[in-house]
């Protein structure tokens, strides 16, 4: 059998212009999203390292693998860092464990860390490891990757640049990784000065996962022209 790319989001809504009209083989009841087009295969679980964890093993479970990608929204952690830049690091660091992990290709450092980053936590987190960009899954994906000895490269779209004031996410993520639309589109509609950070944050969210979606499908191509060499 052919190798294949595995391509592992949090959410979704980060890859659904990637993925539309792929075979979905999903198991909504596990909350595990799994679509699969030629030689690649895509796994969403939700949002942090442990459901990041859950998704590569069952991208893994369609192998063989030999080349897993980490992608999906990060928040910009230097000025240049603009909404809707797609950056591939060169290196992963876990800001839990202190772990680092080199990337098959690119340039710049993504930290991950277990919660939604606000503003000032960028700042430390800029001022600490020297990064570049933050998210919450792509070191978990990347020591899977270590541990199977499979090739390991992370695509990022910044959903949020580095002064940006967020609402408050990460009281409505679910302990399971999945974000509470419906409760926190209830918080917004009584307080009207959120909207327009909200709006904004809708618009740069969705220019990202555009732009992410519109890299990402060079990837197959260049993965089988490269292995053919």
Known sequence: MKPKIAIIAALPREIAELVRGWKNESHPKEKIFVYTRG??????AGMGAQRA??????????GPIARILSVGWAGA??????AGTVLRPARVIDAVTGEK????????TLVTVAQVADAEAKRVLAARHDANCVDMEAAAVARIAAEQGIAFAAIKAISDALDVELPPLQAFATDDGWFRESAFAVH???????????????GNSARAAHNLCSDLRSMPQAYEAEAKK
Not at 53 to 62: C, D, F, P, S, V
Not at 77 to 82: D, K, Q
Not at 101 to 108: D, H, N, V, Y
């Open 53 to 62: 964890a859950l998704a590569t093993r069952a991208a893994l479970e369609h």
């Open 39 to 44: 030689q690649t295969v895509v796994a969403c």
């Open 101 to 108: 992990f080199s990337c098959a290709q690119g340039s710049g």
């Open 77 to 82: 952690l230097c000025a240049e860092m603009t």
């Open 188 to 202: 917004i509609a009584v307080r009207p000065w959120l909207w327009p950070g909200v709006l904004r944050m809708a």
